[in-house]
């Protein structure tokens, strides 16, 4: 039994698993304290192997804004209640080993780039050779499933590729798609993409092309939110400088952020660029201080 049946257990919390309709093989299944509270729909699962919750109805979920609602926490008490939970992951930055959970599965047409993908690289200013030397990108040309992309793949702590995300080169209204849980073999939202080329300091950005910009020492979150593991992982460096673009929505998400890494040891800092909205259309200057400022000089 793992720390979270036990607790829920203790706190006669009703566990559903499978065959029931709504829970999947490696979950547990609740009623969802947003959409169907003591319904016995059991429409909230949570995965045994990583913690990470969906409903039926409500998507994906923030685990410890579930564990909040439920038992009437504060969110700093439901995030060290969460924290307090051992899953089948360990934490531990650079040698973290994780359980293997899938299979990776690349698209069909991952291969080298073609006109399209190195004139749209040029335009935003991208070096080509420097993408695939450091990053390992790739391209999908005209492809049946996916075409048309930068082939993105993401590695664990230890620099083995695990799953992928990719990036539109052209005008389209999903710029980014990623592995689905039958493609990956360890989920994409439970790492930091860049994990593997950082030491002791971080900056966080939220998309992989911000951490092109900044290089080796830039993790993204591959999204505009931030999952529970993936704050597990920043609480672990030393010196974590969040660098989210400049909405005001994506700055309260990064004060949020901050506020919340502020209580583990080490020093964060939330920063604004002035010369772009994110670190992909900032001036390369400003780029070159923030790495001599926040990641050379550790």
């Known amino acids: 039994m793992t720390d979270i049946e036990r607790f829920f257990s203790s706190r006669a919390v009703d ?19 947003f959409c169907s509270p003591s319904s016995s729909k059991y429409r909230l699962g949570f995965e045994l192997s990583s913690g990470r919750s969906h409903c039926w109805v409500c998507g994906s979920v923030d685990p ?37 959970v899938g299979v990776l599965k690349r698209p069909h047409g991952v291969g080298d780039f073609l006109e399209a993908h190195t004139s749209y690289l040029k335009k935003r200013g991208f070096d080509i050779e420097y993408l695939k030397s450091i990053w390992s990108i790739q391209a999908i ?19 083995r590729e695990v799953s ?62 931030y999952s529970p593991e993936q704050f597990i992982k920043m609480s672990k460096y030393v010196h974590r400088i969040i660098c989210f673009d400049s909405s005001d929505e994506a700055q309260e998400r990064a004060e949020v952020l901050c506020r919340e890494l502020s209580i583990f040891p080490g020093e964060t800092e939330n920063i604004l660029l002035e010369t772009g909205k994110d670190p992909a259309e900032a001036d390369p200057e400003e780029i070159e201080d923030l790495r001599e400022r926040y990641l050379m000089s550790f």
């Open 64 to 100: 410890v804004k579930v564990l909040s609602r439920w038992f009437r926490l504060s969110q700093s008490d439901a995030l060290k209640l969460w924290l307090s939970f051992t899953w089948k992951y360990s934490t531990g930055v650079n040698t973290q080993i994780h359980e293997v």
């Open 141 to 159: 040309g005209p492809a049946l499933k996916l075409p048309w992309r930068l082939f993105i793949p993401i590695f664990d702590e230890r620099g």
């Open 164 to 225: 992928w995300t990719t990036r539109a080169v052209g005008n389209v209204e999903s710029r980014y798609i990623s592995a689905s849980p039958e493609e990956e073999e360890i989920p994409h939202k439970t790492l930091l993409y860049g994990a593997h080329l950082a030491g002791s300091s971080i900056v966080v950005v939220e998309g992989p092309t911000d951490a092109w910009a900044i290089g080796r020492g830039c993790v993204a979150t591959c999204g505009v939110g």
């Open 15 to 33: 566990i559903q698993y499978p065959p029931h309709r709504h829970v999947r093989k490696g979950w547990i299944g609740v009623d969802c304290p």
